[in-house]
């Protein structure tokens, strides 16, 4: 029950809640608690990333000028005052500092001839080019965004596994083009989702070793005839390798690693899609298999009995995917509507109710169990798998045009069935008890028990050995940011023993 306080004016608009921040299409018809939804809108676009915008920019200048000061390529003196004035940047703010500066890739070299004069600021740039300053930003804050990729998508596989565990033995009917095909659980169908996700996983570990890989000292693609230490530079900026030729990465590079790239994201987005189309079938009236919570919903201007799932976002986001990768231009708006996918993937999917009961209801109809019906057959009659298929497909098709469903039919309805077919023209005879079991929901799911089969028992071990791969996974996540934060130690102790020297 709401009460005056809880809510604010705008102007003569009365009755806003005082939580809704959400000021989106039609934001003031769907305002939480007073119409048909009672719960704020969740934002779709909630990612922001951890580093600046300019950081690898930023990163390229600190390292290089360590690496230069340490060569003795640039006098020690003047490495130091560089070092400060990029210190003193970090403290103004990289990003509002090398906006003020201009120059976009060459923005520290602008701030450092504008704070400290041509005769220090203009030594940075020996040894590198615009054609190294550029791959090197790239790659540096793609590993960044990937990182993120990756932990949203270990967070939706820990998501989609409580539920899979939750859920193993809810049974669920799977849909062939929507069409009522063979009883499963809902469990199953979250391992598939997790299973997808995972080889995604393996995909993102390629990515980001074609990412990870410094370009720096390549310079305009031949190389320098400074005596530059390119493995101190990866090392200080966490890089796992060095390009073993610079016109890999310069002028004659096909960007492949952001291909890759998008082919990853294609594929992530696709299950999420797929996903939200699940949920936008299982939502309607037809289906009542599941609900959404009213936070992931909205409402119509007109019909305002409606309740719209929020899914379409995430198919919205795939097809995004899709198109960006095919101009590909802008990978970073990719990254972010990728992770953003996968995060209101994870809250949309953690939140919903599931209509157990209306599952188990819907597999009682459109003869779900014929498959089961026909290995029977197989087994106890010794018919060919073919005939089995035919007479069963002849007793659907009249059960159809008579209004039956499986619970109607009688070992004489299928002995007609079996004598109508041409190819074998006689009753079967098989007993009540047997065609019972043949329609048992529960034995049908239990009995497909075969590797990667829907049986809960097969399930709960596959959910066992998904568990064991996340926790891989993660740990593998883990140890990257490690390495990044330990070539940030580094980069602070080398720009300390150099000040300490001068």
């Known amino acids: 029950m709401t009460r005056e306080r809880d809510y604010i004016r705008i102007g003569k608009m009365t009755h806003v809640p005082k939580e809704q921040k959400d000021r989106g299409h039609g934001w003031f018809y769907q305002r939480p608690g007073i119409g048909r939804l009672m719960e704020g809108r969740e934002p779709f676009d909630t990612y922001e990333p951890r580093i600046p915008d300019y950081w690898g920019y930023h990163l390229f200048d600190v390292v290089h000028v360590i690496m230069l000061t340490e060569q003795e390529v640039i006098p020690r003196e003047i490495g130091v005052q560089l070092l400060k004035a990029l210190k003193e940047m970090e403290r103004e703010g990289i990003d509002d500092a090398r906006k003020k500066a201009g120059g976009v890739a060459h923005s520290g070299e602008a701030y450092l001839i504008q704070r400290l004069g041509w005769d220090v600021g203009g030594y940075i740039h020996a040894g590198r080019s615009s054609n190294d300053l550029a791959p090197t930003y790239r790659r540096v804050q793609q590993r960044h965004f990937l990182l993120d990729v990756a932990d949203a998508l270990n967070d939706l596989r820990a998501a989609l596994l409580t539920l899979a565990e939750e859920l193993v033995n809810t049974i669920v009917p799977e849909y062939t083009v929507i069409q009522h095909a063979r009883p499963m659980t809902l469990g199953y169908l979250f391992e598939a989702w997790v299973n997808m996700l995972e080889r995604n996983f393996t995909r993102f570990e390629l990515a980001y070793k074609h990412t990870n890989i410094s370009p720096m000292g390549s310079t305009d693609g031949t190389g320098s005839d400074f005596p530059l230490n390119l493995n101190r530079t990866a090392e200080l900026a966490g890089f796992d390798d060095v390009f073993k030729n610079g016109l890999d990465v310069t002028y004659y590079s096909i960007r492949d690693e952001d291909t890759e790239t998008y082919a990853l994201l294609r594929m992530i ?59 590909g231009d802008n990978i970073d708006a990719a990254l972010r509507e990728t992770i953003n996918s996968l995060r209101y993937t994870k809250g949309l999917l953690m939140t919903t109710t599931w209509n157990a009961q209306r599952m188990r209801e819907l597999c009682e109809y459109g003869f779900t169990c014929n498959a089961s019906l026909c290995r029977i057959l197989v087994q106890e009659k010794g018919l060919p798998w073919r005939t089995a298929h035919q007479i069963t497909a002849i007793m659907a098709r009249k059960a159809h045009e008579l209004g039956m469903q499986m619970r109607d039919v009688t070992p004489e309805f299928l002995d007609e069935c079996a004598t109508e077919y041409v190819g074998y023209g006689k009753p079967l005879q098989l007993s009540i008890k047997t065609l019972k079991d043949a329609w048992n929901i529960e034995k049908n799911v239990a009995n497909q028990d075969t590797h990667g089969g829907t049986a809960p028992v097969r399930v709960l071990e596959q959910i066992a050995i998904s568990h064991k791969i996340l926790k891989q996974d993660q740990r593998s996540i883990k140890t990257k940011r490690e390495k990044l934060a330990i070539a940030a130690q580094k980069r602070e102790r080398a720009i300390n023993a150099l000040i300490e020297k001068t």
């Open 269 to 327: 987005t696709d299950v999420t899609a797929s996903i939200g189309e699940t949920l936008q079938l299982w939502c309607s009236y037809e289906f009542r298999m599941a609900e959404i919570a009213d936070r992931y919903a909205a409402t119509s201007s007109i019909m305002s009995q409606k309740k719209n799932p929020g899914v379409h976002t995430l198919i919205r986001a795939a097809k995004t995917i899709r198109a960006l990768g095919f101009s």
